[in-house]
């Protein structure tokens, strides 16, 4: 990845003039709370170093000119007045969503030079799509003096994702790149998107949390997240509330039996089943947090894993072998995180086991045939900003 002044240098000989500044947004893994923003839930995302940057310039003539640094091709031109939802664009559909969507909330943008670089593995389930949106959206607020917090900007990229790319994602990955900050994890009501900074320093505990990142992604994908969506949506239907959010983990046996008594297709009810427990397992851990007792987390998120393996059926092989492997190396706790089918896995390990728990995984994977995976330690970043 290109450093600011090669960014710049860059820019200037795409576009023939030097960009007015340079934004960052970063990518986020999720410690726990998955599926669960769709359904008004709790979610507990952190941000990654891993970011997208954004070269920007204003243009008043209409044109949106688009270039990345990571996808081979020339620059997309577009016309800011003539943006169509779902009409590809591929990569490019992300920023062009962003300007789509602040013009369609009546926000005066122009134009702009975009040319972008990122950091964020792509497919690995740790937002690069959001990072891309969320970037653009920072860089145009300010430029063009829209007055936005962190939070709308998040609404509109998510709007943007929603909306023009037609992905049917929930707003957290947009509100992690948007709002965490260095060191803490992001506790976001996904209902309200009331949010608390909660403290996540894993080394002053002695402790690592491991990306384990399969490079694998299984042609699931957007299809097989939209149907779980809707699955969610028949249950609170049936349920006569409006979102799962409503249904309380006290109240979560009853519930199975009224659906099945209704019933419902056994999918919908092993999907409340997990968004409530998800809802729950969110809460437990802010508690151990709170409490210092972060150990404890561990055997939280491998139940987390299972829910999303066994009721959500969205873990596939590869990283059902990084959470078993790591467990069985003397981790604390592992799962999938993001929205699956491949991707990554988080792994809560003590340092001086980390190591020895990479190279178990590495091993297992080498057995298994799978090609390797990448792993890094996720440190707790800062969210969106403009850095010159």
């Given at each position: 990845m290109t450093d600011d002044a090669e960014l710049t240098a860059s820019f200037t000989e795409l576009y023939g003039g030097a960009p007015e500044g340079i934004w960052a947004a970063p990518g986020r893994v999720n410690l726990i709370g998955e599926y669960t923003d769709f359904n008004d839930g709790f979610v507990m995302p952190l941000a990654l170093p891993h970011t997208a940057r954004a070269a920007v310039a204003r243009r008043t003539d209409g044109e949106l000119r688009l270039h990345s640094t990571d996808v081979p091709g020339g620059v997309v031109r577009l016309r800011v007045d003539e943006l169509t939802p779902n009409e590809g664009h591929g990569w490019a559909a992300y920023p062009a969503g962003?300007?789509?969507?602040?013009?369609e909330a009546g926000h005066p943008v122009t134009g702009a030079d975009i040319q972008l670089t990122s950091t964020v593995p792509t497919g690995a389930g740790l937002s690069s799509s959001a990072a891309l949106e969320v970037v653009t959206g920072l860089a145009l607020n300010d430029l063009f003096g829209l007055g936005l917090a962190p939070a709308d900007l998040a609404v509109i990229a998510q709007r943007a994702e929603n909306a023009f790319v037609g992905v049917p994602c929930g707003v957290m990955d947009q509100m992690a790149s948007a709002c965490c900050t260095e060191g803490h994890a992001l506790h976001l009501d996904t209902r309200d998107l009331g949010r608390r900074q909660v403290p996540f320093d894993l080394s002053a505990h002695g402790l690592r949390l491991l990306v384990v990142?399969?490079?694998?992604?299984?042609?699931l994908g957007d299809g097989a997240y939209a149907e779980r969506r809707a699955g969610c949506e028949e249950g609170?239907?049936?349920l006569g509330i409006r979102t799962l959010r409503e249904l309380p983990y006290e109240e979560l046996g009853a519930a199975l039996d009224r659906l099945a008594e209704?019933?419902?297709?056994?999918?919908?009810?092993?999907?409340?089943?997990?968004?409530?427990?998800?809802n729950q397992r969110v809460e437990r851990v802010i508690?151990?947090?709170?409490?210092?007792?972060?150990?404890?987390?561990?055997?939280?998120?491998?139940?987390?894993h299972r829910s999303l393996r066994d009721d959500l059926r969205v873990s596939c092989a590869e990283l059902d072998l990084v959470v078993d492997t790591a467990n069985a190396a003397g981790a604390l706790g592992a799962r999938m995180t993001g929205g699956g089918f491949g991707g990554s896995a988080i792994v809560l390990v003590e340092e001086e086991r980390a190591d020895a728990v990479t190279?178990?995984?590495?091993?297992?994977f080498t057995s298994?045939?799978?090609?390797?995976?990448?792993?890094?330690?996720?440190v707790p970043s800062a969210g969106a900003r403009r850095l010159v």
């Open positions: 962003v300007v789509w969507a602040l013009r990142d399969t490079r694998v992604k299984h042609a609170a239907r049936l209704a019933g419902a297709d056994e999918s919908v009810v092993r999907y409340v089943r997990h968004v409530v427990g998800d508690a151990l947090l709170d409490a210092g007792e972060v150990r404890a987390a561990g055997p939280v998120l491998t139940a987390g190279k178990s995984v590495l091993e297992a298994a045939g799978y090609g390797t995976p990448g792993v890094f330690p996720a």
